[in-house]
């Protein structure tokens, strides 16, 4: 199932979700407005500013457990990063700004697919990506939803 909320800049997407999923207390005097009453461990979750620390990329991309290269690279092959399959050891930059702002992008949705978690809230997967990149991420959205329920934030 894919699930898309959309609607402009500041409009309050972004703090349903994160209401939801209890990471902010709700704004309407306490009371929850959405819920998630499932296991949080089912969720993989891409905020707009992925987080990146120091490491390897792969250190990067599977920080929860080890996955092997075959899978990595897969992932990669996914969000149209495979060349990146032999940059694994290199060394992630502070804000990892050795990376574009679209190569980021699609690195942390390579880590949301390594979380294979049956459960996935994207917040903003395409900001930043040209229109190729938009497309070889809507397709990989489409084809994940046939065994995952996503839930994806965006502008348009």
């Known amino acids: 199932m894919l699930i898309y909320i959309v609607g402009p800049s500041g409009c309050g997407k972004t703090r349903m979700v994160l209401e939801m999923l209890g990471h902010i207390e709700p704004q309407n005097n306490g009371k929850p407005k959405l819920i998630f009453e499932g296991d949080t461990n089912d969720i993989a979750w891409l905020p707009q500013n992925p987080v990146w620390f120091k490491g390897t990329l792969l250190e990067n991309l ?36 050795n990376f ?6 699609r690195l942390a949705l390579a880590r949301i697919i390594l979380l294979n978690r049956p459960i996935w809230i994207l ?16 397709r990989l959205l489409e084809m994940e939803s046939k065994t995952k329920s996503i839930l994806c934030i965006r502008h348009k």
């Open 62 to 97: 599977c920080p929860v457990e080890q996955r092997g290269f075959e899978e990595i690279a897969e992932a990669l092959k996914k969000v149209n990063l495979g060349h990146f399959a032999q940059r694994l050891n290199e060394q992630v930059q502070e804000y990892a700004n």
């Open 100 to 105: 574009s702002g679209g190569e980021k992008r």
């Open 123 to 138: 917040d903003e997967p395409f900001a930043g990506l040209d229109s190729v990149n938009v497309g070889v991420i809507e």
